[in-house]
């Protein structure tokens, strides 16, 4: 049961952001564009929810793809690593930064799983910042072919080449699986408790990509909206405290961001669990 109601905060897209984020995110990719030009910097591209239109300040993360004609070296990926910690530092919102750094020849020529460059995340951020990160690694990423789609479909080129020119097709069956992927993890356990309405609502619309075909691409919100449409009422007071709570304008502190502050119904949120189960969607 929610606490208090919610107020739901302005939905924003990169055209309506606030001044704020924009000079953030513009000054990001400058920053990372010079860094890597040694590589031969391509392009510089924004997806997730700001590119959709679906970016709600207290809960939504900036996600930006940079795209390089040639490896970066050891002491590059270090700099890199160290902008954006620095950069993640002076960040207007309680999300993070995600940033992929990937290959033109990797992008136009797409295999799942795709390598990149160098990755981003909060997860990395201590050991990027005490240099205990191996910089040298080499790796692979499931989520790439989401991202790569995405930028497709409504994707925003922040900075340097067009997108047609940048992204080649990803095969539809790449995307399923990155996206049954992630599913799969929501689903594991009692994973869905630890951030409970990013949970539910990928849940929602996993659901709806699955009655609608893979082709098309949801956001939160709508997956959500679509479930209370489609989906038993039993899991309709979880759902709509999902939707609620992210699309609250109510400030959180780090540590809430995950949960909004609030108890859950663990026992809903396991049945929602178990009725997304039976649909067999990663069969």
């Not at 939504?60 to 940079?66: T, V």
């Not at 699955?210 to 956001?219: I, L």
């Amino acid at each position: 049961m929610l606490r208090h109601q919610h107020t739901a905060g302005r939905k924003q897209s990169w055209e309506t952001a606030d001044t704020d984020i924009r000079e953030f995110v513009e000054r990001l990719v400058g920053d990372v564009s010079e860094l890597l030009e040694p590589s031969g910097f391509v392009g510089a591209y924004l997806h997730g929810s700001l590119a959709a239109g679906s970016f709600y300040r207290p809960k939504s993360d900036l996600d930006i793809l940079f795209v390089v004609h040639g490896s970066m070296s050891v002491e590059q990926r270090r700099k890199a690593a160290h902008a954006l910690c620095n950069l993640s530092d002076a960040r207007p919102i309680i999300g993070e930064i995600e940033t992929s750094i990937v290959l033109l020849s990797n992008t136009l020529n797409f295999q799942h799983p795709l390598p990149f460059e160098f990755h981003y995340s909060e997860t990395h951020k201590e050991a990027f910042r005490n240099d205990t990160a191996d910089f040298a690694e080499n790796s692979k990423d499931f989520d790439m072919a989401v991202y790569c789609s995405v930028i497709q479909k409504l994707g925003i080129c922040l900075n340097g080449a067009p997108i047609d020119t940048t992204f080649g097709d990803v095969p539809v069956e790449y995307y399923r699986a990155a996206i049954v992927d992630d599913l799969d993890w929501i689903l594991e356990n009692e994973n869905i408790l630890e951030s409970p309405f990013y949970g539910v609502l990928n849940c929602c619309r996993v659901l709806e990509q699955h009655q609608n075909g893979w082709q098309n691409f949801f956001t939160k919100d709508e997956g959500g909206e679509w479930a209370i449409k489609n989906l038993p009422a039993d899991y309709h007071a979880i759902i709509s405290q999902a939707l609620a709570c992210y699309r609250s304008s109510e400030n959180v502190s780090a540590d809430e961001r995950r949960t909004d502050g609030h108890d859950w119904d663990r026992a809903a949120l396991l049945s929602l669990r178990d009725y997304v189960r039976q649909q067999n969607i990663g069969s």
